[in-house]
């Protein structure tokens, strides 16, 4: 398999084609101009365009199954090279706004939600991802691939703000090398100019590398996976809690370089019977104490085969309730694409029912 253009830098790129002036023009083809081929970047001399289609490949995704949910969502299931397949999901969070003659006077919000990993390792007894184990990491330029190309698909011009958030499939910090090269690539000047504010790291708690991600100083945001206030149920939820428990998580949270402007998320899939008592809202507010953090809601997605349920609206609203009275700024998630199934891995699932009964 040939080694993806996307996985560079522009620095690295310069020691890699030479004269190093033309990395830049490359970027600029790649990036702003988005051609979908090498033989397309005009001002390249026809030497360099061969060699480069000898060594790289320029978008290693292709869209597999795309599916357009009412609300303005598009959830986007892309094959790899290897014929694997991962989601990515391009979230409409706010409409554009128009004057009365129908001139543009705010453009529309968009956020997406990208993967990192072919299948987890992390195995969440809740999450769907989970059930099909582990099979790579993604390489930077795959990561990269998923918003170069639905930024494409959705004629999103090149320069126009969105927000990345790393919670589609995978446990991001367990591919922390790929993630931070992707983060720096996209962060680039000469290509999407993706600030680190509008990247955030959604994490399961791997407390050493979130430590990690840290020391790294791209200006991330991260968001927890908390879902539980005890231990018990914490091992229950998400196996690896025994090597990484809950204090050390905030403790790592605590130690993270953050705006001092922002929050802190931390989110908290809520499941019936299991979290959505007021007991566990008041030791929420208790383990956040003396952190700045904001804490997102989200309604426990059922599947077939699942042990778990979803909460009534009520005991959402109560619990969200609990916390703003005492102090804590909450949100509950709007389930975004929900009649395209909401939680990730769902989509991947669908393709897999549909394929069997092909067979
Ligand atoms: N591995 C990272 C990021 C990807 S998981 C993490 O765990 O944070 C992305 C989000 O999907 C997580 O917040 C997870 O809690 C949520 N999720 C997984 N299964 C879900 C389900 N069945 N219903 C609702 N949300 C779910
Ligand atoms: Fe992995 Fe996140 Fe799913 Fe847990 S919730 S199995 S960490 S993708």
Not at 60 to 78: R, V
Not at 213 to 234: F, K, M, N, T, W
Not at 266 to 279: M, R
Not at 322 to 339: E, P
Request: hydrophobic letters at 35%; aromatic letters at 8%.
């Amino acid at each position: 398999m040939k080694d993806c253009i996307l996985n560079y830098t522009l620095e690295e790129l310069k020691n890699e084609v030479k004269p190093s002036f033309r990395a830049k023009q490359i970027y600029n083809w790649v990036y702003v101009k988005q051609v979908d081929t090498f033989d397309q970047m005009k001002n390249l001399p026809k030497d360099l365009k061969e060699s480069l289609n000898e060594r790289f490949s320029l978008n290693p995704l292709k869209i597999a199954n795309k599916e357009l949910s009412s609300d303005g969502t598009i959830k986007y299931l892309f094959e790899l090279e290897d014929g694997k397949t991962v989601e990515t999901v391009w979230l409409l969070m706010k409409k554009e706004e128009k004057d009365l003659e129908g001139n543009i006077t705010k453009e529309a919000k968009y956020t997406v939600c990208v993967s990192t990993q072919v299948g987890c390792k992390v195995g969440c007894s809740f999450c769907l991802t989970a059930k099909g184990g582990f099979t790579r990491d993604l390489s930077a330029g795959e990561i990269v691939a998923q918003i170069l190309s639905v930024k494409k698909d959705n004629n999103h011009p090149f320069n126009r703000a969105l927000n990345i958030v790393y919670m589609g499939m995978g446990e991001p910090l367990d591919n922390l090398d790929n993630l931070t090269q992707a983060i720096k690539v996209f962060k680039e000047d000469d290509g999407l100019s993706i600030g680190g504010k509008r990247q955030t790291v959604s994490t399961s708690g791997l407390s050493s590398k979130i430590d990690k991600l840290g020391e790294l100083d791209l200006g991330v945001h991260i968001a927890i996976s908390l879902h539980a206030v005890d231990d018990e149920l914490r091992n229950e939820l998400i196996p690896m809690n025994k090597a990484f428990n809950i204090q050390s998580i905030i403790d790592a949270v605590k130690r993270y370089p953050i705006d001092t402007r922002k929050r802190v998320m931390f989110e908290y899939l809520v499941i019936k019977g299991k979290n959505d008592d007021i007991a566990s809202a008041k030791k929420l507010v208790k383990l956040l104490h003396g952190i700045k953090a904001k804490v997102n809601l989200i309604y426990f997605n059922p599947y077939p085969g699942t042990p778990y349920d979803r909460p009534s609206k009520r005991s959402m609203l109560e619990f969200q309730e609990y916390l703003v009275k005492h102090g804590l700024l909450c949100t509950i998630r709007d389930s975004k694409g929900i009649d395209i199934s909401a939680a990730c891995g769902q989509l991947k699932e669908k393709e897999l029912e549909k394929e069997l009964e092909k067979a």
